[in-house]
């Protein structure tokens, strides 16, 4: 490879509240390599560390130039400092300057579903029926937590601290459950992949037959669900788990619906890990959309549909925002 076409590359991290992916992203936004590590959520330093690693295994393989970092997080205008993260242990974190500092190159920090929106606008599901690239998308990733990516007239939106576009943790339901943030109700407590397993775990302790399945394969133990086991089962037709998935999707759809109010995206792309479940996720959030939009007698509801890029679509959004610098 020659320098010039490994200084077109650029790394993207994904900060996640369980897991750091990281890979080597082209320009045309393909993943050339890719690795990940555990995230150590409750020590920043070790964070850093983690992510410093994960680059250093990547230069072993390729060449390429700065680095982007998708934070879960709050991140401030200067796409620096995580200012907030309610997963995660970022209170007002300087994330540049401690991962520069340990990899000596370039780096930008974005918040992670920020990241994934720009991801998908520029390399998966941002394009119309004609095959352009729409001007308006919103994006919801649910993962640990629910993040929200917002791309209007072309350009991504950060808002005037860099905080825009937190729909997680805006108030879905008052005085609901308690959120990470603090606050109380927000959508993350409905629309996430840890309220899937919350509820998965709710019928569990229940009794209910419909999780006798899910039971057994959690070995007897509520405590033990995983999200990907609950989508495996309902793919391979259990019952009790598609119903899960079809009470996620109805929030889902709710969630599309109130922010469609406000934003008027032409398309919503569904990212995170819980976006695996495909149709079983999506079916019922477009009837929840459909029944649940705003003048929808009068206006087409946006297209709503799975992240093309699926779980790569933070790291190469952040690959791609850090080479415009």
């Known amino acids: 490879m020659s320098a010039a076409t490994g200084t077109r590359n650029a790394v993207g991290v994904d900060i996640g509240g369980t897991k750091i992916a990281a890979g080597v992203v082209d320009h045309r936004g393909e993943v050339l390599v890719s690795t990940r590590r555990e995230t150590p959520a409750s020590h920043p330093a070790a964070i850093a560390d983690a992510v410093a690693d994960a ?146 775990k709710d019928l569990l302790r229940s009794g209910d037959a419909a999780g006798a399945a899910l039971l057994a394969a959690a070995g ?12 495996e089962l309902a793919a391979a037709g259990d019952p009790g788990c598609a119903r899960l998935l079809a009470d996620l999707g109805r929030w889902v759809g709710e969630a599309v619906a109130t922010f469609t109010a406000v934003l008027d995206p032409e398309v919503v792309v569904i990212g995170g890990g819980v976006s695996s479940a495909g149709e079983l996720l999506l079916a019922p959030a477009r009837a929840s959309l459909a029944e649940n939009l705003p003048g929808r007698t009068h206006r087409r509801p946006p297209a709503l549909r799975a992240a093309l890029r699926g779980n790569a679509a933070g790291i190469v959004g952040a690959a791609d925002l850090a080479r415009a610098g």
């Open 55 to 200: 680059v250093a295994e990547l230069a072993t393989t390729h060449e390429f130039g700065p680095v982007g970092v998708a934070a879960a997080g709050f991140v401030d205008a200067a796409r620096s400092s995580v200012v907030f993260a309610p997963n995660l242990a970022w209170r007002d974190e300087p994330l540049r300057e401690h991962v520069e500092r340990r990899i000596g190159r370039p780096v930008v920090v974005e918040n992670d579903a920020n990241a994934a929106a720009w991801g998908e606008y520029r390399f998966g599901g941002g394009r119309g029926e004609d095959g352009e690239l729409v001007q308006d998308l919103l994006m919801l990733t649910l993962g640990t937590g629910l993040g929200g990516g917002i791309v209007a007239g072309g350009l991504l939106q950060r808002g005037a601290n860099g905080a825009a576009a937190e729909i997680g943790h805006a108030r879905a339901v008052p005085d609901g459950r308690r959120c990470g943030c603090g606050n109380r109700g927000c959508w993350e407590q409905y629309v996430s992949g840890s309220a899937l397993v919350r509820d998965a």
């Open 220 to 231: 007897g133990d509520p405590e033990a669900v995983e999200g990907r086991t609950i989508t």
